[in-house]
């Protein structure tokens, strides 16, 4: 057994150990490590913090070398803690390696790569879309992250959300130019709707796929059905929520659902929303630019029936249900059509009865003959 006196001894050569264990453990915590971190942005801003700090490229090009560090300080990633050296890794001294990058595009295309060390999965999502499919062709203008996010000033992409077109409008600023004067674009830069879609809704964020492909324009009902089949949503702007419905029903939708399942990537004329309602430049129906105004919808239509005369639009009901009120005609068209069809069905089945019966009676007599 131990004694009183070695365990004193022991306690000596222990306490000290464990003191010494608890003093480490204490300096490596997040709390402690945060001042570090703090120190080294302001060591690199000691040099970056000065405007007027350039750096001339092979090509001419002079790489601005000057932080702000009020922005910087704005920006999502320092009042985390994520600092310089968490992008420029292949910075650790001082003087810093020479730029390999030959113009201020081929250097902003290698530093973006750090991106992937926190949004991996955003990332792997990116290098999947049209863009990176657009920049592995060798056009270098396709952009990067820090092209929609920024570098040093990274925020919210979405606050305010206008702030979304107004960044695709970089690179976009003809097709961005029609959604501003659109029924989306309007409520959404004029009134500060946040219900109504922008870019990103539409196209994706970071997984954006070519919009001029078969598969895309195909599936377009079903993406204006995000918004236009929601019940509440349409509610709230005194919209039809039926609209998708109907049109599934319709020939256009029929056709559509009939290719979309065999042929999803093949070509075919049958119309979806857009090629009525337009694409980036929607309008109300009441708008007299509207391609579905009821004063411009008969050229509408003859974009692809040419052949269609002036009573062409009278016989289609819009993207309403048939009712006594709207549309009389086609109401009791309908309701006598509902009603014969079964009603001939049955006769039909009636007399198929009737001959079974008359053919096993018939033969019942046969056989007692």
Same mark, same amino acid.
């Given at each position: 057994?131990?004694?009183?006196?070695?365990?004193?001894?022991?306690?000596?050569?222990?306490?000290?150990?464990?003191?010494?264990?608890?003093?480490?453990?204490?300096?490596?915590?997040?709390?402690?490590?945060?001042?570090?971190?703090?120190?080294?942005?302001?060591?690199?801003?000691?040099?970056?913090?000065?405007?007027?700090?350039?750096?001339?490229?092979?090509?001419?090009?002079?790489?601005?070398?000057?932080?702000?560090?009020?922005?910087?300080?704005?920006?999502?990633?320092?009042?985390?803690?994520?600092?310089?050296?968490?992008?420029?890794?292949?910075?650790?001294?001082?003087?810093?390696?020479?730029?390999?990058?030959?113009?201020?595009?081929?250097?902003?295309?290698?530093?973006?790569?750090?991106?992937?060390?926190?949004?991996?999965?955003?990332?792997? @999502?990116?290098?999947?879309?049209?863009?990176?499919?657009?920049?592995?062709?060798?056009?270098?203008?396709?952009?990067?992250?820090?092209?929609?996010?920024?570098?040093?000033?990274?925020?919210?992409?979405?606050?305010?959300?206008?702030?979304?077109?107004?960044?695709?409008?970089?690179?976009?600023?003809?097709?961005?130019?029609?959604?501003?004067?659109?029924?989306?674009?309007?409520?959404?830069?004029?009134?500060? @709707?946040?219900?109504?879609?922008?870019?990103?809704?539409?196209?994706?964020?970071? @997984?954006?796929?070519?919009?001029?492909?078969?598969?895309?324009?195909?599936?377009?009902?079903?993406?204006?059905?995000?918004?236009?089949?929601?019940?509440?949503?349409?509610?709230?702007?005194?919209?039809?929520?039926?609209?998708?419905?109907?049109?599934?029903?319709?020939?256009?939708?029929?056709?559509?659902?009939?290719?979309?399942?065999?042929?999803?990537?093949?070509?075919?004329?049958?119309?979806?929303?857009?090629?009525?309602?337009?694409?980036?430049?929607?309008?109300?129906?009441?708008?007299?630019?509207?391609?579905?105004?009821?004063?411009?919808?008969?050229?509408?239509?003859?974009?692809?029936?040419?052949?269609?005369?002036?009573?062409?639009?009278?016989?289609?009901?819009?993207?309403?249900?048939?009712?006594?009120?709207?549309?009389?005609?086609?109401?009791?068209?309908?309701?006598?059509?509902?009603?014969?069809?079964?009603?001939?069905?049955?006769?039909?089945?009636?007399?198929?009865?009737?001959?079974?019966?008359?053919?096993?009676?018939?033969?019942?007599?046969?056989?007692?003959?």
């Amino acid at each position: 057994m131990i004694n009183k006196t070695t365990s004193i001894r022991l306690l000596w050569i222990v306490s000290p150990v464990l003191l010494a264990v608890v003093f480490i453990f204490l300096t490596i915590l997040p709390g402690s490590a945060k001042p570090i971190h703090q120190r080294t942005e302001e060591y690199c801003l000691s040099c970056h913090g000065k405007e007027g700090n350039t750096y001339a490229l092979p090509n001419g090009d002079q790489l601005n070398l000057y932080i702000s560090k009020d922005v910087l300080s704005h920006s999502v990633h320092s009042p985390l803690g994520i600092e310089c050296e968490a992008c420029h890794t292949e910075i650790t001294t001082y003087p810093h390696p020479a730029v390999a990058a030959q113009s201020k595009r081929e250097f902003s295309r290698t530093v973006y790569t750090a991106c992937k060390k926190c949004h991996s999965k955003v990332y792997d @999502n990116n290098m999947d879309s049209v863009h990176a499919k657009v920049a592995s062709e060798g056009k270098q203008e396709a952009p990067i992250c820090t092209d929609c996010h920024g570098a040093h000033d990274v925020q919210s992409p979405d606050k305010p959300r206008s702030k979304v077109s107004q960044t695709c409008n970089k690179c976009h600023s003809d097709i961005n130019h029609l959604y501003e004067g659109s029924v989306h674009g309007k409520a959404l830069l004029e009134d500060n @709707n946040n219900d109504v879609p922008v870019c990103t809704d539409c196209h994706g964020v970071h @997984n954006i796929q070519d919009p001029r492909t078969e598969e895309f324009r195909i599936n377009t009902p079903e993406l204006c059905a995000r918004c236009h089949a929601n019940k509440e949503l349409m509610d709230k702007y005194g919209l039809n929520s039926d609209v998708y419905d109907i049109y599934k029903l319709s020939w256009h939708g029929v056709d559509v659902s009939v290719y979309k399942a065999k042929w999803p990537t093949i070509w075919h004329d049958s119309a979806v929303c857009t090629d009525c309602h337009g694409v980036h430049d929607i309008l109300k129906t009441d708008d007299p630019q509207s391609k579905v105004n009821p004063q411009n919808l008969l050229a509408t239509c003859q974009e692809c029936h040419p052949d269609a005369g002036p009573n062409w639009t009278g016989a289609w009901t819009g993207h309403n249900q048939i009712s006594l009120e709207r549309t009389p005609f086609v109401y009791y068209t309908n309701l006598f059509y509902s009603s014969l069809t079964p009603f001939i069905l049955w006769i039909c089945v009636i007399y198929v009865v009737l001959q079974i019966i008359h053919l096993m009676v018939d033969r019942a007599r046969r056989s007692l003959k």
